[in-house]
């Protein structure tokens, strides 16, 4: 789309949908949020960016294919469980590590599903864009 | 957030797992997560077929530990996140369960070894073998689940990984294949979420064992005729049932070969599990009533499925009516009732898994030879091919259960049964449509392979590979027909679990149930 004040605005708006999408990840645990929503805030991000500058760049931004993210993550999300193997008890329990801040599986758990959401959504979004522009 | 300070852990969390109850859950997370790596590494194609092949090689030995243990010391149950069921959800495993996941991995590893030939680099990029581990998981999570809902989640995960494989390729005829089989399955399974909120509305639980411990003492009052019904036509439109059965023979003709055959072995047969875990062992009194339905949808099944066959001449669609004359045996069972009819149902199950798998292949094999799918230009294979006739010939008489193979002896335990019970019309229907099939497989053996061939095609040579996964299929038939003993009391265990869920039960929850 060329429009100038969107290509002005649009990486300051990805960015900050991105870090948001971060924050609304972390919270997930006690308040509102999770990587669900968190994914789906940054695939739109990813969004409006390959709206202002095209599937291409968006595309580079994102280094990685959306498929290889999302399946990253879904790699990351099934291992969190298997971490309880290691402690005795079953799939899937959160364990919880305290090294100054609260690490868990649960958080584990929960940025795959991050990143399952943001690269599966962005693949899909990224290619109705792409089927758009020919 | 500070916790009640008198929580006793105890009443909320359950003991910790003996190491071996891992297997429960093994077949699952090993499918996805091999899956997701291959689907990262797809810029690696060539890497795709070894890793898949050795997934699923060891996925199936899993299972088979998982049986034995299951065989010799009863249920085994994993809850997720130590949750104290219901609130858990349960992965609990009986024979049945581990029974159907064996037989299922064998069938997919078998499928990615035919799938060396079949499929090609082209449509490996597409990600066959990544749907492949990702329909594995949904399959093998259907059979061992023990929680209703999430027994919705695997077949949600199974059909998104096999609408991924019907569309593999992108053809006009692939498109229009995926439409029906796709929206005809979004319905069945959003009918199946329904009843499923039905019964959470009912019993305020969805956790199998629970349901079963509590439906055995307050049956009369609550409408559980409804809810037996609605689940029957939502399974009975995934396993292709009668009245819901026109969009297997309508898309199962239009993916790859391969995929083909993975979908008649697995995925109306997961149709038919749920419709026996849940109306067998969750609603039995429901089922008594239901049973003369039952056995007029699975009469009508067994004659749709092979007096349809009769009519085709596209050998895949031909297949694709048998599938479903399969689904109507397997059906009988259930509306006979008993253990013995429950038992020669799921051996026909296991059968029907390895046999129609193995005859999509060799149909595979028959198109690779003669040049098409069509019944009306193949010809002359008896000379070209031996072997292949041979394997042919022992599969389409198992199909037809005659004697020695595979298919003989669960219709023998079938029709027996049916006679004890005085149901002599489904056993009339049962040697109809095995008849039937004799017939619409004697004329294939008689134009593809007695027949001498119209025009000379010069006959592509047969992937080694491919001919290895159809011929140990075939002798898996075979052995089971010759020597049935080990899976008939297997099934039979598989059967008496389902009737007597007791230790099923009590393998979820320790203590006995208020």
Not at chain 2, 177 to 205: E, Q, S
Not at chain 2, 306 to 333: E, H, K, N
């Amino acid at each position: 789309m060329n429009s100038l004040i969107l290509r002005t605005l649009a990486p300051v708006i990805t960015l900050l949908m991105i870090v948001f999408s971060v924050f609304v990840t972390l919270r997930g645990h006690n308040s509102p949020g999770g990587g669900f929503i968190g994914g789906l805030l940054a695939a739109s991000g990813v969004a409006l960016y390959a709206l202002a500058f095209g599937v291409a760049a968006a595309r580079r931004m994102l280094r990685l294919h959306p498929l290889t993210i999302a399946a990253i993550g879904l790699i990351v999300s099934a291992l969190s469980g298997m971490a309880s193997a290691l402690y005795g008890v079953p799939y899937m329990t959160g364990l919880w590590f305290d090294i100054g801040i609260d690490l868990s599986t649960v958080m584990s758990f929960d940025i795959g599903v991050y990143l399952v959401v943001v690269g599966a959504f962005s693949s899909i979004l990224l290619t109705l864009e792409e089927t758009e522009d020919e | 957030m500070a916790a009640p300070a008198a929580l006793d852990l105890t009443r909320v969390f359950v003991a910790d797992p003996a190491p071996e109850a891992w297997l429960v859950i093994l077949p699952v997370v090993l499918c996805i997560t091999m899956g997701a790596a291959l689907a990262a590494i797809r810029k690696r194609i060539h890497l795709h077929a070894p890793l898949a092949i050795a997934t699923l090689a060891l996925l199936a030995i899993i299972d088979a530990a998982l049986l034995y243990r299951v065989s010799t010391d009863g249920p085994m149950t994993m809850v997720m996140g130590r949750w104290l069921p219901p609130f858990g959800i349960a992965f609990t495993v009986d024979v049945l369960g581990a029974l159907l996941a064996l037989t299922a991995a064998l069938v997919a590893l078998a499928g990615a070894i035919f799938a060396l030939s079949d499929i090609d680099t082209n449509r490996r990029r597409y990600g066959f073998y990544p749907f492949l581990l990702f329909l594995m998981a949904g399959v093998s999570g259907a059979f061992l689940t023990g929680d209703i809902f999430n027994l919705y989640v695997w077949f949600e995960v199974l059909l998104i990984s096999s609408f991924g494989l019907i569309v593999l390729g992108g053809e006009r005829e692939q498109i229009d294949g995926a439409m029906k089989y796709g929206l005809l399955n979004l319905v069945a399974t959003t009918l199946f979420l329904i009843a499923v909120g039905y019964l959470y509305a009912i019993f305020g639980t969805l956790n199998m064992a629970d349901i079963a411990s509590k439906v055995g003492h307050q049956s009369s009052t609550l409408p559980l005729m409804t809810l037996a019904v609605l689940f029957f036509a939502a399974f009975g439109m995934k396993a292709a049932a009668f009245p819901v059965n026109f969009w297997l023979p309508a898309s199962y003709h239009t993916p790859r070969i391969t995929v083909s055959a993975l979908f008649a072995g697995l995925l109306t047969k997961v149709g038919v599990y749920a419709m026996f875990r849940v109306l067998v062992m969750l609603m039995p009194g429901a089922l008594e009533t239901l049973a003369p339905l039952v056995g007029i949808v699975a009469i009508l099944t067994m004659l749709a499925g092979s007096v349809g066959a009769i009519a085709q001449s596209d050998l895949r669609r031909t297949l694709g009516y048998w599938v479903i004359a399969g689904i109507g045996v397997m059906l009988s069972g259930l509306a006979i009732g008993g253990i013995q009819a429950l038992a020669a149902s799921v051996f026909y199950m296991m059968h029907s898994m390895v046999v129609m798998t193995a005859l999509y292949f060799l149909v595979g094999l028959m198109a690779m030879r003669s040049g098409s799918f069509d019944l009306k230009s193949a010809g002359g294979l008896w000379k070209s091919s031996p072997l292949l006739s041979a394997i042919g010939l022992c599969l389409i008489l198992s199909v037809a259960g005659l004697p020695p193979f595979s298919g003989f002896w669960p219709k023998a335990m079938l029709v027996g049964a049916a006679l004890e019970k005085s149901h002599w019309w489904l056993a009339a229907a049962i040697l109809t449509s095995g008849f039937l099939i004799t017939f619409a497989g004697g004329r294939i053996f008689l134009l593809a392979f007695w027949r001498a061939a119209s025009v000379e095609i010069k006959p592509a040579r047969l992937p080694v590979m491919s001919v290895v996964a159809l011929a140990v299929l075939t002798t898996a038939s075979v052995a089971a027909g010759l020597w049935p003993e080990p899976l008939a009391v297997l099934a039979k265990s598989a059967a008496h679990g389902l009737y007597a869920p007791e230790t099923y039960i009590r393998s979820v929850f320790t203590e006995p149930r208020p």
